[in-house]
């Protein structure tokens, strides 16, 4: 392994672990879909009649034909048709109309078309849409949130046609619903008070996906259980109600009009009938994120390949500029005097290229950029490096404190271009001789060859590190970045840094490691810098001395 994928290795790891799937399965997640609904479509409108996720839910008034159709394509009715529609297939090469979909994604599978009575219908993993089989273009289409499946349909009566639909209850609802701290790491948000849980029910029935009703009525359940707690009973009789107007089909422009709605105080607000004023606003701006950057920022991550601040990538907001203007000034009223704990999604959403961005002056971007609060300083580092002013960013960044150019530099990191730009080369120098670890680590997850002009602060910290260690301990965040200085520095392949790295085969830092064979469990002590120094020496051909202790057994480990 070579030293950036070594590199690489904690993040990916974290990667990994930050996909791993909660029950139920969200929209988004890798395991096999639980979570398909079906929809009853108009033929000749594409407008959406209702929503079932059950059996049960399919509307008394459905004819015979429309509640058998609908039944075959729900996964838990007991009847489910394997495979696709059983209309017959078109060829997909033969329709040839514009935007099928604005992209596709490696893991997808590829899309086919099938025939119905006066329709054809393109079957994408995202969406279905709907063609006139004679000019081939484009009557209209149904998003369907299912990321990995295609999805079956199935014509009924005359102009009925069923499809399935994958959940999309967004991960800020899911998680409150759920009482699931870990899968939104979001400071201030409480998941586990009714408060809070009323609120994300209010949001889920203004939005009015139905995949999670069963889960509602559980809370409901556990809330009426609580004695403890004086606002349980009040909130799960809430819920009750809610529970019994659904809206027979969902509504992403309800949810986003709604959340900025809690927030401004504009008509349209779900919580005016509700008590508990206030408990609901970190939950409309978490969605109102997650609406415009595709998921909640935590704000508070470490620098890293999974920095909390990458929100690059935005999603169309539909909203009017009246609305837009008036958010804006919301935020910034957030942003300065407000709660500390709404001012990262404030500063989020004003920074936003779909919604403040363009209103903001460079007086007002320079203030946000220099503001002493943590999260708007780096959302506004975020917009000037997302909207080319990466020139702009190092300026304003020489009026910062110092501590802070590391994360800028993990900014600039950020669609870099292929050769150093000069400026942008003084600035890490600069910055690598106060924080040579932290920039070694960074420049670990650059492509391409490192500039030579980093050696001199990498090679003075490795140099004081070794006089007097401070990394004593292995798997820590200084851990990696010694090894990572040592890495950069080895690929300099420069001789007179030889003796620099065989003292470092003496350098203290390690790691406790537990070997498990049958029933023998024992521990070893890891000395993690002098691997790292051996294997650079023996890349440039120099013998390793014999005797360098790499590991220590601690002898057996008792259950």
């Known amino acids: 392994m070579d030293a950036r994928s070594r590199a690489r290795l904690p993040a990916v790891v974290a990667a990994s672990l930050a996909v791993l799937p909660a029950a139920p399965a969200r929209g988004d997640s890798w395991i096999p879909r639980t979570d398909i609904g079906v929809a009853a479509v108009d033929t000749r409108t594409g407008r959406v009649l209702w929503e079932a996720w059950r059996p049960d839910e399919i509307p008394p008034g459905a004819s015979g034909e429309v509640k058998a159709a609908a039944e075959a394509l729900l996964p838990d009715a007991g009847k489910r048709r394997l495979g696709a529609t059983e209309l017959p297939e078109v060829p997909v090469k033969d329709l040839g109309f514009e935007n099928p979909w604005p992209d596709r994604r490696v893991y997808e599978p590829l899309p086919v078309a099938n025939r119905g009575k006066s329709l054809i219908y393109y079957r994408h993993p995202r969406a279905v849409i709907a063609l006139d089989p004679k000019t081939k273009t484009e009557a209209w289409r149904l998003p369907t949130e299912s990321y990995r499946e295609k999805s079956d349909v199935a014509e009924a009566g005359d102009n009925t046609v069923l499809i399935q639909i994958g959940s999309a209850v967004p991960a800020t609802l899911q998680t409150v619903l759920l009482a699931d701290p870990k899968q939104l790491r979001m400071r201030g948000l409480e998941p586990h008070t009714a408060r809070q849980r009323l609120a994300a029910a209010v949001f889920l029935h203004h939005y009015g996906d139905g995949y999670l009703r069963p889960e509602l009525k559980k809370v409901a359940g556990k809330l009426r259980a609580d ?39 504009a008509d349209g607000d779900p919580f005016r009938e509700f008590a508990w004023p206030g408990a609901q606003r970190l939950l409309a701006w978490s969605l109102l994120q997650e609406q415009i950057y595709g998921g909640s920022r935590d704000a508070y991550s470490r620098q890293g390949d999974n920095y909390a601040y990458d929100g690059w990538d935005e999603k169309p907001v539909p909203l009017d500029d009246a609305t837009k203007a008036k958010l804006v000034e919301h935020c910034k009223r957030i942003v300065a005097p407000g709660p500390d704990g709404e ?82 080369l003084a600035f890490w120098v600069a910055t690598a001789r106060h924080d040579a670890a932290g920039v070694a680590t960074a420049l670990g997850r650059t492509d391409g060859p490192i500039p030579v002009a980093f050696r001199e602060p990498i090679r003075a910290y490795l140099q004081k590190e070794i006089a007097k260690p401070t990394v004593m301990e292995g798997g820590t965040l200084a851990a990696y970045s010694l090894h990572d200085a040592l890495s950069v520095l080895g690929g300099f392949k ?22 498990v064979s049958g029933e023998r469990r024992w521990q070893t002590r890891e000395y993690r810098a002098r691997g790292t120094a051996a294997g650079l020496l023996t890349e440039r051909g120099v013998a390793v001395p014999p005797g360098v202790v790499y590991s220590e057994d601690l002898g057996p480990v008792k259950e």
């Open 227 to 265: 004695k403890d707690d004086p606002d349980a009973g009040p909130a799960a009789k809430s819920i009750d109600k809610l529970l019994a107007t659904w809206p027979p089909k969902r509504d992403h422009r309800r949810l986003l009009d709604g959340s900025v709605a809690t927030l401004t105080g």
């Open 343 to 424: 001012k990262p999604f404030a500063a989020s959403v004003l920074v936003s290229t779909a919604v403040g961005w363009g209103r903001l002056t460079d007086a007002e971007r320079k203030d946000l950029f220099l503001s002493a609060q943590p999260s708007a300083w780096r959302w506004a580092a975020v917009g000037l490096v997302k909207n080319g002013r990466r020139e702009q960013l190092m300026e304003w960044a020489r009026e910062r404190p110092a501590g802070d150019h590391l994360d800028v530099c993990w900014l600039l990191k950020r669609d870099k271009p292929k050769g150093w730009v000069e400026k942008e």
């Open 494 to 515: 420069n001789p007179d840094d030889t003796p620099l790295l065989l003292e470092y085969l003496k350098h203290p830092m390690s790691g406790t490691l537990l070997h």
